[in-house]
């Protein structure tokens, strides 16, 4: 059984940083892409930033670039998300997915196991 555990999440003051792990087990890590998404109250689950099995190909999403680092460490089954220069607009439920794909994707759809969620909530 696949299962994706986040954690990193809370509360934290405009211009703070955060960062957010996912760790993966019951299947084999190394070998997919990995991808970030979160959801706001009200509002459809989007895009945040992807990295593929080696970590050499990243996608993020415009409102994050610049701010927001993914990453991945194969030998721990972990992804990461480092988030700097928070924004209050940046508060959501923050998602990590598996891809079967040596490559990453913008698109959900291709992503077949999901964490549970971490809450990441930016005061202003």
């Known amino acids: 059984q696949v299962e994706l555990v986040e954690s990193g999440g809370g509360l934290v003051q405009a211009g703070g940083s955060l960062r957010l792990s996912c760790t993966v087990s019951?299947?084999?890590?190394?070998?997919?892409?990995m991808g970030w998404f979160r959801q706001a109250p009200g509002k459809e689950r989007e895009f945040v930033a992807a990295?593929?099995?080696?970590?050499?190909?990243?996608y993020y999403a415009d409102s994050v670039k610049g701010r927001f680092t993914i990453s991945r460490d194969n030998a721990k089954n972990t992804v990461y998300l480092q988030m700097n220069s928070l924004k209050a607009e940046d508060t959501a439920v923050y998602y990590c997915?598996?891809?079967?794909?040596?490559?990453?994707?913008?698109?959900?759809?291709?992503?077949?196991?999901w964490g549970q969620g971490t809450q990441v909530t930016v005061s202003s």
């Open positions: 990295i593929g099995w080696s970590g050499g190909t990243k």
């Open positions: 019951g299947r084999p890590f190394s070998t997919v892409a």
């Open positions: 997915a598996a891809s079967p794909k040596y490559s990453p994707t913008t698109d959900s759809r291709s992503y077949g196991n």
